[in-house]
Nanobody, 122 residues
Framework: VQLQASGGGLVQAGGSLRLSCATSGRTFRRYEMGWFRQAPGKEREFVAVIRWSGGTSYADSVKGRFTISRDDAKNTVYLQMNSLKPEDTAVYYC?????????????????WGQGTLVTVSS
C-alpha cells in the first residue's frame, strides 16, 4: 500500500487549504484513514480520522474548522482545512489503518504517506 499526500502550501491566517491523499490498494474502502501532523520539535499528533463506515472523529483543536472525507471510487481521502491559524503549521501526514478501529494513536497505523508541509502565516 502506498500513500501520496499533496496540497500543502503557504497560506495566510484565516485562509483555507485542501489536502489530498491518494492511496493504492484494492481494499481502500476497508481502511480507516487518518490525518496526523507534526510541528518542528513536537511529537506527531492526531488531526482527524474517517472510518470505512464513514464515521469521523477530530482533534479538539481542529473541530469545526477541518473536515475529513473520502472518495472510495478514487481511493482518496481529503482534509479540508478552513480558518487556518499559525498554530496549524506542520507537516501533515495521511495514514492507513488496516482492520482497525480508527485510532487516534499513530502507532496503530500500518501505512504512511510522505507528508506535505502546511505553513500558515500570521
Amino acid at each position: 500500500v502506498q500513500l501520496q499526500a499533496s496540497g500543502g502550501g503557504l497560506v495566510q491566517a484565516g485562509g483555507s487549504l485542501r489536502l489530498s491523499c491518494a492511496t493504492s490498494g484494492r481494499t481502500f474502502r476497508r481502511y480507516e484513514m487518518g490525518w496526523f501532523r507534526q510541528a518542528p520539535g513536537k511529537e506527531r499528533e492526531f488531526v482527524a480520522v474517517i472510518r470505512w463506515s464513514g464515521g469521523t472523529s477530530y482533534a479538539d483543536s481542529v473541530k469545526g474548522r477541518f473536515t475529513i472525507s473520502r472518495d472510495d471510487a478514487k481511493n482518496t481521502v481529503y482534509l479540508q482545512m478552513n480558518s487556518l491559524k499559525p498554530e496549524d503549521t506542520a507537516v501533515y501526514y495521511c495514514a492507513a489503518e488496516v482492520d482497525g478501529v480508527g485510532s487516534r494513536r499513530p502507532s496503530e497505523y500500518d501505512y504512511w504517506g510522505q507528508g506535505t508541509l502546511v505553513t500558515v502565516s500570521s
